[in-house]
């Protein structure tokens, strides 16, 4: 019941890499897409996903066309504080791909404009508080589909 986490044009090594070894604890399909913010050699990277990296199921897409083109058959959800719906309504599918974007930016907002039905959030409850850390809200919607998947 792998799940696949998505990210688009990451731009902070240490939350790849510890997204890295959550895909591998979870058993988790790990998605980057280019353009990245740093090299993959980064240590940074390699430090936040120890000797975890090698053993990754690990794709890499040159841009968002690429990722969508290659996976337009797949079930997909979107993660962005935009989102009207909250990640726990999330109606989770082995297989399922799940979309976070960048950590400046979030998605693209082609991307969250044409998929509305299918954007997610994690809710926030103070108002002191834009956005989680990507690592952080990616451990929350996998692990919550984990659960949901049991």
Do not use: C
């Amino acid at each position: 019941m792998p799940l696949n986490i998505v990210l688009i044009e990451p731009e902070i090594p240490n939350n790849t890499g510890n997204i890295g070894r959550l895909a591998l604890a979870s058993g988790s399909n790990l998605h980057l897409v280019k353009p990245f913010g740093f090299e993959i050699t980064d240590a940074r990277l390699k430090r936040a996903g120890l000797d975890y990296w090698q053993h990754l199921n690990l794709h890499y897409y040159d841009n968002i066309e690429d990722f969508l083109s290659k996976n337009k058959d797949a079930e997909m959800v979107f993660l962005s504080s935009h989102g009207i719906q909250n990640h726990w309504d999330i109606a989770f599918q082995d297989n399922m791909f799940l979309v976070f974007g960048k950590e400046s930016a979030g998605l693209p907002k082609a991307i969250t404009e044409n998929n509305k039905d299918k954007l997610f959030k994690i809710p926030l409850y103070s108002e002191h508080v834009r956005s989680l850390n990507l690592a952080n809200a990616v451990s929350i919607v996998v692990y919550e589909g984990l659960r949901s998947l049991q």
